[in-house]
């Protein structure tokens, strides 16, 4: 073959690779979310710990109202925060499919009512030996939670807590407005001080009486009763009683 006729070949194999190239960044460029098929029943939460190269993944996914989805995992093995992850859901069919918030796809799984089966990158069914680690199941209690505080925000509740022996409850509101709730008695009463420092939101309020003083923690806190896992953890303490322990979330 002589010089003339690999040159034109190596043009050509040029054109072909850059022709390639802005085809694919174009596609890229005007990606967008598809349509989805509607789920009944929102939010929704799917759980389970998924394989890696330690003892697994925890892996929380849920399911919000307008298409969104909230993504929280982490390394059993390792003592860090859980990552974090939202963007959009689409359900097309019996696939479901996550994409970020540039819109790129990050996961999809086979879709049912009560579990999800993660896919691979091309769209198929793991498979092996550990194709059953790879299902989340439908969390019926962390879903009733989220639907609950779906409910609260609702009606204008901006933050929520609760926490464990002793039982208690401390709900905001968009007026700023605590409200503090134990099995023995439950009162409103408007903020009187607001502070931010480290990371920590205080609340202070009285209510005849009484004291209160509600410092959020930007931590992660498991409620040790449900196991939901919440995005703050919370300290309250009425007057000069011992500090209550809990965990809360913003209803963003």
């Known amino acids: 073959m002589n010089n003339k ?34 789920i009944e029943e929102l939010p929704v939460s799917y759980s389970g710990t998924i394989p890696s190269a330690g003892p697994g993944i925890e892996y929380y996914l849920h399911l919000e109202n307008d298409n969104q989805f ?45 579990r999800l089966t993660m896919l691979d990158t091309h769209g198929n069914k793991i498979t092996g030996d550990l194709q059953d680690y790879y299902i989340l199941e439908k969390s019926q209690e962390e879903t009733s939670i989220r639907q609950r505080h779906y409910q609260l925000k609702e009606e204008g509740i901006t933050f929520v807590s609760n926490g464990n022996e002793p039982f208690w ?41 009484d004291s209160l003083r509600v410092t959020i923690i930007d931590e992660y806190c498991r409620d040790t009763m449900s196991g939901f896992l919440f995005t703050h953890t919370v300290e309250v303490q009425l007057n000069d009683e011992p500090v209550m322990n809990g965990c809360g979330r913003f209803l963003e």
Request: with cysteine.
């Open 70 to 114: 909230k993504e929280v995992k982490w390394y059993l093995d390792r003592d860090t925060s859980p990552f974090k992850e939202i963007g959009r859901w689409a359900l097309q069919g019996d696939t479901l499919t996550l994409f970020d918030e540039e819109h790129n796809l990050l996961k999809s799984f086979l879709y049912s009512d009560e």
């Open 5 to 38: 006729v690999v040159n034109i070949l190596i043009i050509l194999a040029l054109v072909l690779f850059i022709s390639f190239r802005l085809t694919t960044a174009c596609n890229q460029l005007g990606q967008t979310v598809p349509e989805s098929e509607s």
């Open 169 to 209: 409850a401390v709900h905001i509101n968009e007026e700023e407005e605590i409200i503090y709730q134990t099995p023995e008695t439950k009162w409103t009463a408007p903020a009187t001080d607001i502070q931010e420092i480290e990371g920590q939101q205080i609340y202070q309020t009285e209510y005849g009486d």
